[in-house]
């Protein structure tokens, strides 16, 4: 049964930083893409960013330089380290395997201004 368990998201101020995790089971990690989205209030999933089985990334124009997506397939666990927090990354972030359909329970992040 393939699991995917976010984690590490939290209340921060404005121009704070966070890491989110995101644990995998069941499942051959390494061979997958690891993306990262979210979803604010009323609106709809976005991707946020990421990352190849091969370490190449991707990132949305909104937290490109900001944002950085990273991957240790020997813990089966895929991150996002997020600094310069705006109040407008305040979300629910999920993480996925790609083309799997699975998807984590997700993490809330809240930037206050």
């Known amino acids: 049964q393939v699991q995917l368990v976010e984690s590490g998201g939290g209340l921060v101020q404005a121009g704070g930083s966070l890491r989110l995790s995101c644990a995998a089971s069941?499942?051959?990690?390494?061979?997958?893409?690891i993306g990262w989205y979210r979803q604010a209030p009323g609106k709809q999933r976005e991707l946020v960013a990421i990352?190849?089985?091969?370490?190449?990334?991707n990132y949305a124009d909104s937290v490109k330089g900001r944002f950085t997506i990273s991957r240790d397939n020997a813990k089966n666990t895929g991150y996002l380290q997020m600094n310069s927090l705006k109040p407008e990354d305040t979300a629910v972030y999920y993480c996925?395997?790609?083309?799997?359909?699975?998807w984590g329970q997700g993490t809330q992040v809240t930037v206050s201004s």
């Open positions: 069941g499942i051959t990690f390494s061979i997958y893409a």
């Open positions: 996925t395997l790609s083309g799997t359909g699975n």
């Open positions: 990352i190849g089985r091969r370490g190449d990334t």
